[in-house]
């Protein structure tokens, strides 16, 4: 029990004057979006950097691409558990011990996981990470639910959104500097210290509600929903309600959920396998299978602040702003597939059409959670979300595994990526279908 009250909401501080309460929202508000961007960014150095190393360890420890694919889904099926599971926890704890505290955890298992040279152990300490990455994602959406109004979300979501980008490009190229000039465990040593690091600083920045440092609710200060609902926005939910209610029954969010399952398998289908199709397609090195990673990734941060003030300008229609963006995410993995090309920048090319347009829809889908239920289920929302969308990485992770192995005494290198290809274009088109079932959505709020 001492254990669990480490986490516990700090309790509502008395308002403070006006004049301190203009003085010190804005501070909080930009230290509140600045660490939990800089927290979220640094998860990703601790969760990607396995993809970019996955052919190296291939050749030092003797796995197949059906054992990298078991490790990567493993990880992906419970991080969508932790992050489902550990967002309903994070909606009833302190922002500011709780992420911390799982950036810690993570980089433990880095430690661990650089340290040996076994694949059982390989497999269950990156199940263990993908469970605690979890505790990344909820507690920034439920700390920018609580520190900015509905009528501001896309804009600061798609702004802090591009965490995604940057921690997810920086793990690629940091992975393969460390495992290039220092050996491959320092791949997984290097982001760790980083990760610990940051942890510290999470700590000193962060804080939990307005309430907790005596300022007011956010609707109140931005003045953004009427009177009458302001205590229907503060009262704190049962845990049936929060699960049953706003979740289960939330035949929307459903739909969301599940098109989150094919957006993600576009999503990661190149982030976990294409350094690895790369270097055994094109003869790329461990340092442009990185740069892959990077150029998908960074490719992103333009187009998720762009879309996402699209959608606030759309009144919050961000299912068709999702719907639209992944139109040309099909037609890139097709030309991919389609127009094989000698150059290794034809596909950075294809890949940075893929990231320019597919991560918005990820921020916004994200964000639809929010928009489909109470900020206080905010964490259990984009958790419930997120558990799909990693759902959907498992699949592929060991989906794209599996047919690379057992078609190999069947099909050529070259035949076997294209079957993974041709896949992810289907769930691309599938992902289509769902999302124009959403077009006419606004938020509740």
């Not at 078991?70 to 994070?90: D, E, Q």
């Not at 980083?194 to 000193?204: E, S």
């Not at 090309?341 to 059409?353: D, I, R, T």
């Amino acid at each position: 029990m001492k254990l669990l009250s480490l986490f516990a909401q700090p309790p509502a501080k008395p308002l403070l004057p006006q004049e301190k309460v203009k003085k010190l929202y804005p501070r909080f508000r930009w230290h509140i979006l600045e660490a939990t961007f800089i927290g979220y960014a640094t998860f990703y150095i601790v969760r990607n950097n396995l993809s970019t190393v996955a052919r190296d360890m291939q050749a030092v420890f003797g796995y197949d691409h059906s054992q990298i694919g078991s490790i990567l889904a493993i990880s992906a099926l419970l991080y969508g558990i932790g992050k489902f599971l550990l967002g309903s926890v994070s909606d009833r704890s302190n922002v500011r011990v709780f992420m911390p505290v799982g950036l810690i955890l993570t980089a433990l298992c880095n430690f661990a996981f650089g340290a040996t040279q076994s694949y059982t152990i390989h497999f269950w300490l990156w199940a263990l990470n993908g469970f605690i990455q979890g505790a990344g994602w909820p507690p920034c959406g439920r700390s920018i639910g609580h520190w900015f109004s509905v009528s501001e979300r896309g804009t600061i979501f798609s702004v802090w959104n591009i965490a995604h980008n940057v921690g997810g490009g920086v793990a690629g190229m940091l992975a393969a500097y460390c495992a290039k000039h220092f050996g491959l465990h320092n791949a997984f040593f290097i982001p760790g210290t980083i990760a610990i690091l940051c942890a510290i600083y999470l700590f000193w920045q962060l804080r939990d509600t307005p309430q907790s440092v005596g300022l007011p609710p956010v609707e109140v200060y931005k003045n953004d929903y009427p009177p009458q609902t302001h205590e229907h926005i503060e009262k704190e939910l049962s845990t049936k309600t929060l699960f049953v209610d706003y979740i289960l029954k939330n035949k929307l969010l459903w739909v969301v959920a599940i098109a989150n399952f094919f957006v993600y398998i576009a999503r990661y289908s190149m982030l976990d396998w294409g350094p690895t199709f790369l270097r055994e397609i094109k003869g790329a090195n461990i340092t442009q299978g990185g740069f892959s990673i990077m150029v998908l990734e960074f490719a992103g941060i333009p187009s998720t602040i762009l879309f996402g003030w699209i959608s606030d300008k759309l009144q919050g229609r961000r299912g068709m702003v999702s719907m639209l963006c992944m139109i040309p995410v099909v037609l890139a993995f097709l030309g991919i597939v389609v127009y094989p090309q000698p150059s290794l920048w034809f596909y950075y090319a294809m890949l940075s059409v893929i990231g320019f347009f597919v991560y918005p829809p990820v921020m916004m889908l994200g964000v639809m959670g929010l928009d489909l239920t109470n900020k206080k289920a905010v964490g259990t929302a984009a958790g419930f979300i997120g558990m799909f969308g990693y759902l959907g990485r498992t699949v592929q992770a060991k989906g794209f595994g599996f047919i690379l192995d057992y078609f190999a005494t069947t099909y050529d290198i070259v035949t076997r990526w294209n079957i993974v290809l041709y896949s992810i274009v289907a769930c691309t088109v599938i992902s289509i279908v769902l999302l124009a079932f959403t077009w006419k959505v606004k938020p509740r709020g």
